[in-house]
């Protein structure tokens, strides 16, 4: 999900907030990135990864020249608030429309 007007307003702030540098780590760059999207990432379990289970939201920092990706947890941020999980579709067993029903076990992701 792509940032709206507040919460890139908010990630300055935060960056700002916390000296977050802003140079690229891999090409050296000075002030040239822009705030991607919100992404999430399964937890690994005991049990593996699964699809359709929790997960944790990230935010993307985008370096202009080389593309290089950072992420920040979006949560210590403030830019994802987790009761809006539900309506996007985050945790199992809300993902409407996602081809699952109740009685379907998430899908395994083997490593
Ligand atoms: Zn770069």
Same mark, same amino acid.
Request: with cysteine; proline share 10%; net charge negative.
């Given at each position: 999900m792509a940032l709206d007007q507040s919460?890139?307003?908010?990630? +300055?702030?935060?960056?700002?907030?916390?000296?977050?540098?802003? *140079? =690229?780590?891999? =090409?050296?760059?000075? *002030?040239?990135?822009?705030? /991607? *999207?919100?992404?999430?990432?399964?937890?690994?379990?005991?049990?593996?990864?699964?699809? /359709?289970?929790? +997960?944790?939201?990230? +935010?993307?920092?985008? =370096? /202009?020249?080389c593309g290089h990706i950072r992420f920040f947890a979006a949560l210590p941020i403030g830019i994802y608030k987790k009761e809006r999980r539900g309506k996007e579709h985050c945790d199992a067993g809300s993902r409407a429309g996602a081809g699952e029903n109740k009685n379907s076990k998430p899908y395994t992701i083997s490593l």
């Open positions: 919460q890139q307003r908010m990630l +300055v702030e935060w960056m700002d907030s916390k000296k977050i540098r802003t *140079d =690229c780590p891999a =090409c050296g760059t000075p *002030d040239s990135w822009t705030p /991607g *999207d919100i992404v999430a990432a399964p937890i690994s379990r005991p049990d593996g990864l699964h699809v /359709g289970r929790e +997960v944790n939201p990230m +935010v993307e920092i985008i =370096c /202009g020249n």
